[in-house]
């Protein structure tokens, strides 16, 4: 069993950036897939970026390539996200997730873990 819990949500002025952390706790493995989603009001939630706990297998969605950055720190036990040059779009609910598998994909069903969320709003 795994538990994710996220923080480092907030508001945010356009341009500007936010660190989010995903601590981890229970067993994982080099061969989990870590991932980043969010979930915007009425929409469905999207893929973010992921990588491999080892490190490596590093993916983002093309809205954020360039100025999200995930990351772990495994000596801490914990999953980064830094987003810079943030825009309003990008305004939502963002959920770290856990796969005891390598994921390809950007599917939010091939995860089998969750953290609870934490919200970010990007406005002037």
């Known amino acids: 069993q795994v538990q994710l819990v996220e923080s480092g949500g907030g508001l945010v002025q356009p341009g500007g950036s936010l660190r989010l952390s995903c601590a981890v706790s229970?067993?994982?493995?080099?061969?989990?897939?870590m991932g980043w989603f969010r979930q915007a009001p009425g929409q469905q939630r999207e893929f973010v970026a992921r990588m491999g706990w080892s490190g490596g297998r590093l993916y983002y969605a093309g809205s954020v390539k360039g100025r999200f950055t995930i990351s772990r720190d495994n000596a801490e036990n914990t999953m980064y996200l830094q987003m810079n040059s943030l825009k309003p779009e990008d305004t939502a609910v963002y959920y770290c997730a856990a796969a005891p598998r390598i994921v390809t994909t950007v599917r939010e069903y091939d995860y089998d873990y969750w953290g609870q969320g934490t919200q970010v709003t990007v406005s002037s």
């Open positions: 229970g067993r994982t493995f080099s061969s989990y897939t």
